[in-house]
């Protein structure tokens, strides 16, 4: 039986900044567990495949059931009540439904102080982590047996109907995500025969929309370094550039973070034309997902060719002759003698910068994107280095397990991201006194998840900024400083800081929100947070299914972070850097301003979606003094909102809205606890309560009925997203913005009671 460990180490090839503060890893004990509770967890497996095409979700059930039986006497029996049509909604139903949701919610913190939970949903990770672990001879080092029957499991059960992967669980069939899981299933010894038909569907999709040419081009990388695919059918990925000088637009340090630690290893291993041992399973899958012979196989033809159901970004002509020539002009010349010198040259460069990443992230990485490359590559450098044994103690980070099997995770978790946001949801119900215990442990974890110092060197050589007093999305461990976590984390502590000692611990040290101040007044550029070179370099974007990835853009909901954070610390720390914090959020709102749309929306890149920018903007322009009679932006925003709410009273926007850049209704029109709670709280913020409560009244009324017997809120659809292209779990999404939004929504009911005596004693 698994258990979920959260917090701790093991073994000689692991390190920590801060003893492993949040870490959640999932191992095996074939020991563990009665029988019943076996029988329970095989239960909720099979539940979810036999209803594996209705509900593509899983609800992190397996790790619930383990911290109800660690906490068995947790939660308190309260009624639960669900709301009639026509019932008034009272400040005790809600503050019932609020005594609920944060019982339940404190049993599932981990002892460290944060809320580990499942950040998946994207189809082609645990694949990438399998290529890497076998090109590298080490996938019986890392992949137990029990191991590969749970990715198995996974991967089977979001196999779509018609028998291929969506790069998402929720997504449509395509090449990337139906080839790219098909071979790991070979890889772990999957045979697609007479007995297992649902993987030979799977080669039947592959061949019958074209086969493994038509790969978009992260597949096609991937492919080429497993030996199925050749490195001359990609697009040259020349390490030379790497050598450029850093004025230049199109220099690699330049671009956006998630693309450039990305093409830093493939630069490497393109220039190594890096290929993993041809094996019997690597033999046969040249066969097996080719319509064509495989030495007969066209790759000029191959390498600008894409099957429509993964194109989002559109390659044009122009594009497709430029990397053409490169390859045919360009590429011979630097491989010649005595040009190739440069190339060794440059490829002892990308391992500088790699191993700098590897050190200064633990060996976590950025994301998932990067950690299976660096691991390859340093294996190429040294098979028995050092770096390469601490890349494999790092990669179970990156697994979790649910009742749907094992997957792997968007990075090593989210866990500074949510607890900030945990905080401000336990702040807001005006419960606190009665969760101290809660907020404590989650405020010590917030204090020791902060990043004290800047890694080392020379950050502009490393293509790095400063890292001094911010937070990551996740651990401390995984070092990528990142403004928008800055910021929340840095609104949570402040609003601790307000709080009695007795009751959440001793609040940060002053200095340390100065540096944390200090940091995001660093990223201020011409009113945005990002945007390193220009935008017209989007145009070498060579990925067809990731589109605006190669600059860092700025976007609405980072900046409104900003703003809510800046503009409380200003409140409470008046003599700080007060006329740049000033100048700061004037300029920050402006530009949430210029991003609206003429519908009074604004685009979320990193949720789902119009919901979601309407949230934070709203937040960030109020904090930035702006109110319904003063701000147009906030007027048109408020009429958006209410023209999209459903008739039961909540919101529900389907993951579409991003991909069309068009508000989409869920399929079936239900009401999304995460979208509803986004909508009320921007409502709310934007003064609805005092104008017209009515909306806000359908709104929570739909939340308390949508909450479970447990207190918690439903899981529903994914609604995490990256560029408006991929999307992903946010384990605790559902219950934190629900409990923030009826906190919120209370307060309001409470103000307006306290009102109504105050008229009356009149």
Known sequence: MWRLKVGEGGGPWLRSTNGFLGRAVWEFDPDLGTPEERAEVERVRQEFTDHRFERKESADLLMRMQCAKQNRDHRRHLPHIKLQEDEEITEEIVLNSLRQALDQFSSLQSSDGCWPGDISGIMTVIPSLIIALYVTRSLHIVISPEHRREICRYIYNHQNEDGGWGTVIRGSSNMYGTCINYITLRLLGEEPNEKNTTL???????????????????????????????????IPFFPELWLLPQFLPFYPGKLFCLCRMFYLPVAYLYGKRFVGPITPIILSLRDEIYNTSYDKIDWNE???????????????????????????????????????????????????????????????????????LNLICCWDEDPNSDAFKHHLARVPDYFWLSEDGMKGQVGDGCQSWETAFIIQAFCATDLMNEYGPTIQRAHEFMKHSQILMNHPGDQSYWHRHGSKGSWTFSTADNGWAVSDTTAEALEAVLLLSKLSSNLVGDPIQSERLHDAVDFLLSLMRSYVYGKLTSSWIEILNPCENFPNMIVDNPHPECTASVIQALALFKELYPGYRAKEIENCIKNAATFIETRQKEDGSWLGTWGVCFTYGAYFSIKGLVAAGRTYETSSAIRNACHFLLSKQLNNGGWGESHVSSITQVYENTEGEYAHAVNTAWAMLALIYAGQFERDPYPLHGAAKELINMQLETGEFPQQEHVGSFNCAVFFNYPNYRNAFPILALGEYCRRLRATRAMGHRSKAC
Do not use: F
């Open 200 to 234: 030979a569907k799977g080669r039947v999709w592959v061949l019958s929309h074209g086969g493994a040419t038509l790969m978009p081009q992260w597949g096609k990388i991937w492919l080429s370094i497993l030996g199925v695919y050749d490195w001359s059918g990609n």
């Open 302 to 372: 191959a390498r600008c060719s894409c099957a429509k159901e993964d194109v989002l970004t559109r390659r044009t002509l122009l594009q497709n002759v430029i990397w053409a020539s490169l390859y045919k002009c360009v590429e011979p010349v630097l491989r010649s003698w005595p040009v190739k010198k440069l190339r060794e040259r440059a490829m002892r460069n990308l391992m500088e910068h790699i191993h700098y990443e590897d050190e200064s992230t633990q060996y976590i990485c950025l994301t998932a994107a990067n950690k299976p």
